[in-house]
């Protein structure tokens, strides 16, 4: 893992899982539970991914404006921070820290043509306009440190010639980024959470390894239960309650 991990702002701004889920005042008088909060960043975590696809970005940049987005709604409540502009914002921004660079404007013309209901209304001005915002909420601390550097050296350390195991280790990995994990969790420990469910899937006993790591596995395999338990919850979820969340935004104060 890089060492300098531990002296960046992403370790300093790590947090204690009972502060990611707060939901701000202004939301919860709209009747924003915890469950539509969640809810609501999940799925716009999904269209970054799927926007993502279209304008062929890196995973890492994808990667970078979820931990943004995930960032931002730590300070800012959704009334103030609309959900959908901040996606779009936080997708724009990463593209530039990450140097891989997308025009706003070809932003605006995919998301339109994806989700035309839920985007009709944004133009090139508005991610323009929300960028400085989403700034000041991230306190301009634009660095992020994933888990895909540390799992790639840990797969090569493990030797595991399982070509289904490593496909499946890296698609948890990107399925984290639908969790707040990233802003709790030392990027490194995400990476053996999702090797020690996917051994444990294509049963593989690496426990050997494991040990020489000289890890706390009960940390790790907290972090696994996480990731499992998400994996569960994810099945219950549907479009009418993620309308219903959005719906509760959109009512007046």
Known sequence: ????????????????????DVVHELDKERG?????????????????????????????VVATAITYMRRVYIRKSMVEFEPRLVALTCLYLASKAEESIVQARNLVFYIKRLYPD???KYELKDILGMEMKVLEALDYYLVVFHPYRSLSEFLQDAAINDVNMNQITWGIVNDTYKMDLILVHPPYRIALACIYIASVHREK??????????EDMNLVKNIAMEILDFYENYRTITEEKVNSAFSKLALKP
């Open 1 to 20: 893992m890089a060492a300098n991990f531990w002296n960046s702002s992403h370790y300093k701004q790590l947090l204690d899982p009972e502060e990611v």
């Open 32 to 60: 924003i539970s915890i469950e539509d909060f969640k809810l609501i960043k999940f799925h716009m975590s999904n269209h970054i991914m799927k926007l993502a696809q279209h304008i062929k970005v890196r995973q890492r």
């Open 118 to 120: 839920e985007y009709n």
């Open 205 to 214: 006993d690496i426990t050997a390894w494991f040990e020489d790591l000289h």
